[in-house]
């Protein structure tokens, strides 16, 4: 049997579904609407933008705000399990609408919130209701997790620890939280390494 064969007995046995991770429904005739379904897709361009920021500057701070953002998504599921409320739509998503995770991701996130938080009540994807909740649990899970961080885990020195350790020397990361103009810092590093290469 060819591998093509298999895949076409596959096919017609088993239903698909699809990766809903980028799937957008949206109304083509409405120019709002179309530009916030692409709106809908800045939760990825932040995941993106955390991981390059952390690869790029081995930063413990961003490190620190990320694995925020995402155990803000953990919750957000787990809440969404406990108040089982349905979507103002069947038709749109799947699985329980409050509270709405993207409002919530949005919300720790930035002030952006107010524009994005528009568009999922616009498209129908989630009521007010839930972006309102959405908005204040993520809200709140940053405060929260801002003060975990800097007012209890970094005055234990937990920080101070782990960027000292062999495994942070190895990924070069660092904490610049409290350096004062860290871009000239790192623009003078620069120049006297230049300096020396040309001596």
């Not at 895949?7 to 609407?33: A, Y």
Request: with cysteine; hydrophobic share 45%; net charge positive.
């Amino acid at each position: 049997m060819s591998h093509l064969n298999h895949l076409e007995e596959t096919l017609s046995e088993q239903p698909l579904t699809s990766l809903s991770l980028t799937h957008v429904e949206f109304d083509p005739n409405d120019p709002l609407s179309y530009a916030f379904a692409y709106v809908t897709l800045s939760p990825l361009v932040i995941v993106i933008s955390y991981i390059s920021t952390i690869i790029a500057r081995r930063e413990l701070m961003m490190i620190n705000m990320f694995l925020g953002q995402l155990s803000c998504e953990i919750l957000n599921s787990g809440l969404k399990k406990w108040i089982k409320e349905k979507r103002p739509s069947d038709k749109i998503g799947i699985g329980y609408g409050m509270p709405s995770s993207h409002a919530q991701f949005i919300a720790y996130f930035t002030i952006f919130s107010s524009i994005y938080l528009w568009y999922k009540i616009y498209l129908h994807y989630h009521t007010t209701k839930q972006v309102i909740v959405g908005n204040i649990f993520g809200g709140t899970f940053a405060i929260f997790w801002y003060l975990l961080i800097e007012k209890l885990i970094r005055p234990l020195g937990i920080f101070k620890t782990i960027i000292y350790s062999p495994i942070a020397k190895y990924f070069y990361l660092k904490d610049n939280t409290f350096a004062k103009d860290i871009i000239r810092v790192e623009y003078l590093n620069w120049l006297a390494l230049n300096r020396e290469k040309e001596e």
